[in-house]
Nanobody, 122 residues
Framework: VQLQASGGGLVQAGGSLRLSCAASGATFSEHSIGWFRQAPGKDREFVGAVSWSGTMKFYGDSVKGRFTISRDNSRKTVYLQMNSLKPEDTAVYYC????????????????WGQGTLVTVSS
């Protein structure tokens, strides 16, 4: 599975942004997709993930209630809708794929996209 994240940019605090993760490869629908982020000088952080079917979703505590993940297997694309953005959401956002049904552990994700930068100004 090859992944490419896009949609990052500069947004004001309180605003919204939608990231996309486009995939190629025949086994996309067999993989759960996760979103992670990494801010300068900080460890990589789990944002959220969606199961292969799209029915199971879970999120990191820092984004619960503000971010929503969805997927369209017919388009081989996963979306991360980010609302009520805060300056602390500023980071490079990555999408990744795993065959695990539900995991927030980055080392269980085998395929990674190149990342897209989100900057939230105060």
């Amino acid at each position: 599975v090859q992944l490419q994240a896009s949609g990052g940019g500069l947004v004001q605090a309180g605003g919204s942004l939608r990231l996309s993760c486009a995939a190629s490869g025949a086994t996309f629908s067999e993989h759960s997709i996760g979103w992670f982020r990494q801010a300068p000088g900080k460890d990589r952080e789990f944002v959220g993930a969606v199961s292969w079917s799209g029915t199971m979703k879970f999120y990191g505590d820092s984004v619960k209630g503000r971010f929503t993940i969805s997927r369209d297997n017919s388009r081989k694309t996963v979306y991360l809708q980010m609302n009520s953005l805060k300056p602390e959401d500023t980071a490079v956002y990555y999408c990744a794929a795993t065959r695990a049904i539900r995991t927030a552990e980055s080392n269980r994700y085998n395929y990674w996209g190149q990342g897209t930068l989100v900057t939230v100004s105060s």
